[in-house]
């Protein structure tokens, strides 16, 4: 069965200087059509991505009929990393990180292991998935779904640009709602 129905998550904009938590903005699509709208939050380069993502999937009405979860980047919320294995594994579904370029790794790693707390954990969970790969148009890593599925479902679902309209929906729901207008590329 061809996979249709997505949850796709984003983080709120916030200040560089922010502490505390961040809203997440989560959007479940039928292909392109928007079924629904979730909100939780994770803190700002904190630990709890992975269990306010699972927790806010099982509670939801959406829980039953999702087949992939997607992720524009492993992090939230700055360096709050999705243990995307664990994710996986615990909702019994597959998981897909959509980047527009390939991330600068040295940096990420750089700046994971010299200023953020557990950031050894965080980056050993990065470097766990491997190297994006080039799929569609984008970059992925990818848990639970095969390169060739994961382009079909990328272009089945992208309406306008390289990014899948559930993220498209996202990042323009959570910066909307921040800022009270959305701005900006997914």
């Known amino acids: 069965m061809p996979i249709s129905n997505i949850i796709a998550f984003d983080d709120c904009p916030f200040t560089r200087d922010h502490k505390g938590n961040v809203n997440v903005i989560g959007i479940v699509c039928a292909q392109t059509r928007l079924e629904g709208v979730l909100r939780t939050h994770v803190r700002k380069d904190g630990k709890n991505a992975t269990t306010q993502l699972e927790k806010l999937i099982w509670t939801s009405k959406f829980a039953p009929s999702l087949q992939l979860i997607m992720l524009q980047g492993i992090a939230l919320a700055g360096f709050n990393v999705v243990d995307t294995k664990t994710l996986s594994e615990k909702l019994e579904l597959p998981v897909l990180i959509i980047a527009r370029r390939e991330p600068k790794l040295e940096k990420i790693k750089s700046t994971l292991l010299n200023r953020i707390p557990g950031g050894k954990r965080k980056w050993q969970i990065i470097q766990s998935l491997g190297e994006m790969e080039a799929c569609a148009e984008v970059y992925v890593q990818r848990v639970g779904i095969d390169l060739e599925t994961s382009a079909e479902v990328i272009r089945r679902?992208?309406?306008?640009?390289?990014?899948?309209?559930?993220?498209?929906?996202?990042?323009?729901?959570?910066?909307?709602?921040?800022t009270g207008e959305s701005r900006g590329r997914t």
């Open 157 to 178: 679902t992208t309406l306008h640009g390289r990014i899948p309209e559930a993220l498209r929906l996202a990042h323009l729901i959570a910066g909307g709602i921040t």
